[in-house]
T-cell receptor, first 114, second 111 residues
Framework: KAGVTQTPRYLIKTRGQQVTLSCSPI?????VSWYQQTPGQGLQFLFE???????NKGNFPGRFSGRQFSNSRSEMNVSTLELGDSALYLC?????????????FGEGSRLTVL | LAKITQPISMDSYEGQEVNITCSHN???????ITWYQQFPSQGPRFIIQ???TKVTNEVASLFIPADRKSSTLSLPRVSLSDTAVYYC????????????FGKGTRLSVIA
C-alpha cells in the first residue's frame, strides 16, 4: 500500500511569510505526528493528531499549528516565518490507537527561509 | 518527559558488530523503546522495538536492562549500507506525553 506522502517536498519562503505543509498518512492510519529536523538537533516533536484532535504537543511556539481532517490527512502551518524555521519537516503515521506502534515516516518537506 | 542521550557518532569496519547505547534515565512505566534508521534525504525507518530484556529480529537486537534506564541497539556484522543515522525513541502513544527522540548517532561503516 502507498506510504506516507508529504507535499511539497521543497519550498523557499522569506521571513515573515507563512507556510502550510501537507501530509497524507497510510490508508487506515488515524494518528499523524509532525517533527522538525535540523542538523545537530535531531528530531523534535511538534504535535500529534488522532481522529482530528490534537492529543500531544511539543515545546514549540504558537506560530506552529496543525490540524487533521476527517480522512486523516493533516496539515501544519507556520506563521511569521523566521530564519531558524529552516528545517526538514517530517510527518509520521501510525495505525495503533494507543500504545507504541511503529511510526511510518514520509520523506519530508524541506523548508528554506531566506 | 524522557531525556534521551546517545553518542553523536561512531565508526566501525565492515563485518564488525556495532553496539549503540541510548540513555533514558527518566523513562516512564508505559514507555517503549524504539530505534529508527535514517538515510540522507529519507524519513526514518523502523528497526526494532522493545519494552524490557532482549528483542531480536532479522536485522538487529535490542538489549534493555531491568531498570530500563538505558538500551543498546546491536547491529551484527555491519556493511557499508548500514552507514546512516540511528535514532533512539522513547514514548507511549497515550495522548499524555510527547514522542521524544534522541539527537541521533551517525554510524560510519568503513571498508
Amino acid at each position: 500500500k502507498a506510504g506516507v506522502t508529504q507535499t511539497p517536498r521543497y519550498l523557499i519562503k522569506t521571513r515573515g511569510q507563512q507556510v502550510t505543509l501537507s501530509c497524507s498518512p497510510i490508508s487506515g492510519h488515524r494518528s499523524v505526528s509532525w517533527y522538525q529536523q535540523t542538523p545537530g538537533q535531531g528530531l523534535q516533536f511538534l504535535f500529534e493528531y488522532f481522529s482530528e484532535t490534537q492529543r500531544n504537543k511539543g515545546n514549540f511556539p504558537g506560530r506552529f499549528s496543525g490540524r487533521q481532517f476527517s480522512n486523516s490527512r493533516s496539515e501544519m502551518n507556520v506563521s511569521t516565518l523566521e530564519l531558524g524555521d529552516s528545517a526538514l519537516y517530517l510527518c509520521a503515521s501510525s495505525g495503533r490507537t494507543q500504545g507504541t506502534g511503529e511510526l511510518f515516516f514520509g520523506e519530508g518537506s524541506r523548508l528554506t527561509v531566506l | 518527559l524522557a531525556k534521551i542521550t546517545q553518542p553523536i557518532s561512531m565508526d566501525s569496519y565492515e563485518g564488525q558488530e556495532v553496539n549503540i547505547t541510548c540513555s533514558h534515565n527518566n523513562i516512564a512505566t508505559n514507555d517503549y523503546i524504539t530505534w529508527y534508521q535514517q538515510f540522507p534525504s529519507q524519513g526514518p525507518r523502523f528497526i526494532i522495538q522493545g519494552y524490557k530484556t532482549k528483542v531480536t529480529n532479522e536485522v538487529a537486537s535490542l538489549f534493555i536492562p531491568a531498570d530500563r534506564k538505558s538500551s543498546t541497539l546491536s547491529l551484527p556484522r555491519v556493511s557499508l549500507s548500514d552507514t546512516a543515522v540511528y535514532y533512539c525513541h522513547v514514548g507511549f502513544q497515550s495522548g499524555n506525553t510527547p514522542l521524544v527522540f534522541g539527537k541521533g548517532t551517525r554510524l560510519s561503516v568503513i571498508a
